[in-house]
């Protein structure tokens, strides 16, 4: 909880920040007259918002020959800042529900729900037209199978740090409404994980 407080504490005052250094330069292009009709480099008028609903079915069997499945439900909300048109920064939240259901013996099984939630802060450059380029840091407490007691299911938590650096592509091309996808490479995997290294993402944006 301390690493998730830091990061709010650390994301509200960029946020803070950056609107007093835009403002300044928008000043210095424009007359009084101008500044006083134009809204466009106001702190609302930089934000842009976006996100991604996770849905997905797991079924099969485990190492152990022992059925299981993992039904997933997941949002991710953000929210971005421009500092310039190219440059955005924010926050971007995640919350995970997982329902696990598998054999705890054969023929015995039993479901668990499972709560993860995290939160990142994010960088994204617009480097060509609708391409950008995405960095993440996120800390997530994640939710786990820690073992069985009383022939049911105990779940256990940690917390982690994922890094994340890759790229992506938004449809916005002019419009407030787009949907982009994007593929990051997770450098802090842990060793000897079947996780996979490789995010693949698939949200929907407004105002980008």
Known sequence: MKKILSICILTLAVLMFLPQQAEAQVKKKKSDTDEYFDESGGFKHRLWYGGSLILNFQGGT??????????????TPMVGYKIFDELSVGPRFTILYQYYTGEITPGLSD???????????????????QFFVHGEVEYI???FIQGVEDAE???GRIGRENYYFGAGYNSNGGGPFGYEILVLYNFNVPENSFQNPFDFRIGFTYNF
């Open 141 to 143: 407490e994640q939710a």
């Open 111 to 129: 479901g668990i729900n499972l709560t993860s939630y995290g939160l990142g802060i994010f960088a994204r450059y617009k480097f060509f037209q």
């Open 153 to 155: 299911w105990v779940s």
């Open 62 to 75: 485990n190492r152990f020959g022992f059925r299981e499945s993992v039904f997933t439900l997941g949002l």
